[in-house]
T-cell receptor, first 111, second 119 residues
Framework: RKEVEQDPGPFNVPEGATVAFNCTYS??????FFWYRQDCRKEPKLLMS???SGNEDGRFTAQLNRASQYISLLIRDSKLSDSATYLC????????????FGRGTSLIVHP | GAGVSQSPSNKVTEKGKDVELRCDPI?????LYWYRQRLGQGLEFLIY????????KSGLPSDRFSAERTGESVSTLTIQRTQQEDSAVYLC?????????????????FGEGSRLTVL
């Protein structure tokens, strides 16, 4: 089983739609979780951290379920500019500072 | 990306040749990473430098791959006797912002990458 798994998609949604991505991780001792965004042929950039209590940043909401070992990202009122690949990232515990990236979920928002 | 310069941006080479990729981060960042991303795939960890500690080389796929870093400055990733499966984008990243590294936060700042094509 891969350490971090995501549905690669693509998710093809109309503007204004709400879309949700899930990501599962295998190491129950993982301590920190993040969503990165990667545009086509560009480097990944941090979208948001994921906190245990859940957190929101504008149209984006991230949630963590430690018991089931998954994190989610919800995007409301999708914009064309949201089209990108969303990468789930997990930082293990035990002093290792090596983030593990999921393969990413592709989102295409169409008019 | 802001704070990390990589060169060359594109490199086309013939199978069997050696290549050297360079990462030049802004000063003051002791943590530096190399990742590889094959077409349509996720990021694959290669190596991690942390100050003067021995680098974590656990992600290097074979002994044809090596990397060096002098202090908190430039890092080079060398691939010897390149193979077609080495074709990928090689990404360098640092932790934190220009205000200093933020260990353990998971916030990596990436360079724009070096796209390697092995014919």
């Amino acid at each position: 089983r891969k350490e971090v798994e995501q549905d690669p998609g693509p998710f093809n949604v109309p503007e204004g739609a709400t879309v949700a991505f899930n990501c599962t991780y295998s190491n129950s001792a993982s301590q920190s979780f993040f969503w990165y965004r990667q545009d086509c042929r560009k480097e990944p950039k941090l979208l948001m951290s994921v906190y245990s209590s859940g957190n929101e940043d504008g149209r984006f909401t991230a949630q963590l379920n430690r018991a089931s070992q998954y994190i989610s990202l919800l995007i409301r009122d999708s914009k064309l500019s949201d089209s990108a690949t969303y990468l789930c990232v997990v930082l293990p515990s035990g002093g290792s500072y090596i983030p593990t990236f999921g393969r990413g979920t592709s989102l295409i928002v169409h008019p | 990306g802001a704070g990390v310069s990589q060169s060359p941006s594109n490199k086309v080479t013939e199978k069997g040749k050696d290549v050297e990729l360079r990462c030049d981060p802004i000063s003051g960042h002791t943590a530096l990473y190399w990742y590889r991303q094959r077409l349509g795939q996720g990021l694959e960890f290669l190596i991690y430098f942390q100050g003067n500690s021995a680098p974590d080389k656990s992600g290097l796929p074979s002994d044809r791959f090596s990397a060096e870093r002098t202090g908190e400055s430039v890092s080079t990733l060398t691939i010897q006797r390149t193979q077609q499966e080495d074709s990928a984008v090689y990404l360098c990243a640092i932790y934190g912002t220009s205000g200093g590294p933020r260990y353990g936060t998971g916030e990596l700042f990436f360079g724009e990458g070096s796209r390697l094509t092995v014919l």
